[in-house]
């Protein structure tokens, strides 16, 4: 069990910089999500905890034990590999007993704990065989496996289900919930799907450019997104940002439609309205604050996209609970619920209300 | 597109064919070593273009392994390619290990001057490589041979090494140090078991590469007791004839070791060992 501390770290490539001064505080038990788009650091961020990476500047602790030139095998964390990384010229319980036996850990030990794994994940009737002749998703267990048997301080996951097919996505979600719930150790979990991240995280870290920018639990990250980067990264469908113009009573959409949002903070510095196409409705005209059409309509069952242009403010996503009778080329009325838009100014910070 | 994935009894007909052209053509040489070694000198010349000898005979073989000095070239060949097999491939895998795994000073340089000695013809570096070794004192020794192959091997054996460590994972040495090996631990538990068909094919190679030089060992190698045996194949041409029989008899013997050799390595070369290791 560990609490991680990094306090200030960077990485860089001879001159070239791909994290900066990342602080971050994580306690014991905690299962943290790092995320962001790819190219942002994320995984190097991991590989850096992990040891695979030098960190290039500021500290890292664990427990308040200076970790950075640590290696890796002194760290006692376990790592799950996007490609998994399963020695392919071991069968699946030596593979996962590999940590021990390295350790020399007693035959007796290894064969319990490698048993004991197997039994949680489903592979007892596994053990014999060699990576190859496993499925993915198989594959998949086995390298949690690894990870389970050495019952380490910390697990890291890199990507760890990002190829396998969808189903089996959801599935292996749930089992590293429940995972995590049973062992309650500190986790750090690196993903670009945003769904993971809050379906699975404590507290997500939204990484872009090798900036941190936002460190929250998933519902304060889809409340209160500190930047227009975060509003848009966290969310599905992604939330629709329009232009505006302040106004004396709140702001002024680009077809001239003032929306009272109240007052906030630097109301005047309001450069673009940030709203999720939840929290758009179909309404009466009357109600409406803006009208256009619907070029696209996605029945999705549960739920209703309706993609409208507005003339004069651009393209609109609404979302509509269950089915919504609506045709491509209808008219839609749209009212915005003012309570839960957001503003953001000119540098895409959020305007607190 | 139909018409090409559902193919023809023509079309395969036709492919089997060119396929047994090739290996007709590719083995006929073998078929005409082994068809004189086993021709009676006194019909060698009779009925020399005949594709099957009227009479068999193995008294050539018999002739080269009691009443010519064929064993002790062959011990000199042998002792002289495996040892610049063994040499060279641990050298060779280590440097190709670096080159795939490392980023250090230098590593350009020390890539293009391996580049560069595979430049130069054999021919015009013969008579400095015959000073140096005459300076050393190593002319007619086995050494000198094994020195001098191990030398011209090394660029191509390491470039080769290099490019099977590459086709291994990364990924896979990070999950044996996270695992708790040092990093040479998971070279010799993880990579290196990993990398025995690359080891096989460069063994292999360097073997069949030194077994058949001539060059070198006709310069460097004056006295019979360190013939190798493609010098030592050259005794059966003297002055006046030539012994054809007992030339290729003992043709076909050299042809022994070599595929010994890779009747042993070939399960090593059968890819696929790898697979299973990431994503599938």
Redesign the interface.
């Known amino acids: 069990m560990a609490g991680i501390e990094l306090n200030n770290i960077a990485k860089s490539y001879g001159s070239v910089e791909v994290l900066r001064d990342i602080n971050l505080t994580i306690e014991d038990g905690e299962f943290i999500v790092l995320v962001g788009p790819s190219g942002c650091g994320k995984s190097t961020l991991l590989?850096m905890i992990?040891?695979?990476e030098p960190i290039t500047g500021g500290e890292f602790h664990v427990d308040g034990r200076r970790m950075n030139e640590v290696?890796?095998?002194d760290r006692d964390?376990?790592?799950v590999?996007?490609?998994?990384?399963?020695?392919?010229?071991m069968d699946v319980s030596r593979n996962m007993g590999?940590?021990l036996e390295?350790?020399k850990a007693q035959k007796e030990e290894r064969s319990r704990k490698v048993g004991d794994a197997a039994r949680t994940l489903g592979l007892t009737s596994l053990t014999e065989r060699?990576?190859?002749?496993?499925?993915?998703g198989q594959?998949q267990r086995v390298a949690m496996g690894?990870a389970i048997v050495?019952d380490p301080s910390a697990f890291l996951f890199d990507e760890p289900l990002s190829?396998l097919d969808a189903a089996l996505r959801v599935e292996m979600r749930l089992e590293i919930a429940r995972l995590h719930q049973r062992l309650n150790a500190t986790m750090i979990y690196v993903t670009h799907d945003q769904v993971e991240a809050l379906t699975l995280a404590d507290r997500i870290v939204v990484l872009n450019a090798g900036d941190i920018q936002q460190v929250g639990t998933p519902l304060d990250l889809y409340e209160r997104p500190s930047n227009k980067f975060v509003a848009q990264f966290i969310g599905s469908p992604t939330m629709n940002i329009l232009g505006v113009d302040r106004a004396e009573t709140g702001v002024k959409l680009k077809d001239g439609t003032i929306l009272d949002v109240g007052s906030r903070g630097e109301q005047k510095r309001a450069h673009e309205l940030g709203v999720r196409p939840e929290h758009l409705d179909v309404v009466p005209e009357e109600a409406a604050h803006m009208k256009g059409v619907a070029e696209l309509v996605e029945h999705l069952g549960s739920d209703t996209n309706i993609h409208a242009s507005v003339p004069g403010v651009g393209p609109v996503l609404v979302r509509q609970h269950g089915h919504f009778p609506l045709k491509t080329g209808d008219a839609v009325n749209i009212a915005v619920d003012l309570e839960k838009a957001h503003l953001f100014g000119p540098d895409g910070v959020r305007l607190a209300a | 597109m139909n018409a090409l994935r559902q193919s023809s009894p023509l079309a395969v007909t036709g492919k089997y064919l060119a396929l047994a052209f090739y290996v007709a053509f590719a083995l006929f040489p073998l078929y005409w070593l082994a068809k004189i070694a086993v021709t009676p000198d006194k019909l060698i010349f009779s009925e020399g273009t005949a594709l099957i000898p009227s009479k068999f005979t193995f008294e050539n073989f018999q002739t080269v392994l009691l009443q010519t000095d064929f064993v002790a070239y062959f011990r000199n060949s042998l002792i002289v390619s495996i040892g610049t097999a063994a040499i060279t491939t641990v050298i060779a895998a280590a440097a190709g290990y670096a080159f795939s795994r490392f980023d250090f000073r230098g590593k350009r340089l020390i890539i293009a001057l391996m580049l560069i000695t595979q430049m130069f013809p054999l021919l015009m570096i013969i008579a400095p490589i015959y000073k140096i070794v005459a300076a050393l004192g190593l002319l007619n020794s086995l050494t000198s041979l094994i020195i001098v192959y191990t030398a011209f091997n090394i660029p191509f054996a390491t470039f080769l090494m290099q490019s099977f460590f590459d086709g291994i994972p990364k990924d896979l040495e990070d999950a044996g140090m996270i695992d708790g090996c040092t990093r040479f631990e998971a070279l010799r538990k993880i990579v290196l078991p990993l990398t025995l068909p690359g080891l096989g094919a460069t063994l292999g190679f360097i073997f069949t590469a030194a077994w058949s030089e001539l060059l070198f060992a006709l310069m460097l190698i004056n006295s019979n007791d360190a013939m190798t045996f493609p010098v030592g194949l050259l005794t059966f041409v003297s002055k006046f004839s030539v012994d054809w029989g007992q030339m290729m008899a003992a043709g076909v013997l050299a042809l022994v070791p070599s595929c010994l050799f890779f009747i042993f390595i070939q399960r090593y070369l059968v890819q696929g060992l790898t697979t299973g290791a990431v994503k599938g």
Request: a positive charge; charged letters at 20%.
């Open positions: 590989r992990a040891g695979l290696p890796p095998r964390m376990a790592m590999f996007q490609s998994y990384a399963l020695y392919p010229h590999f940590s390295i350790r060699l990576p190859r002749a496993l499925s993915g594959r690894r050495r190829n």
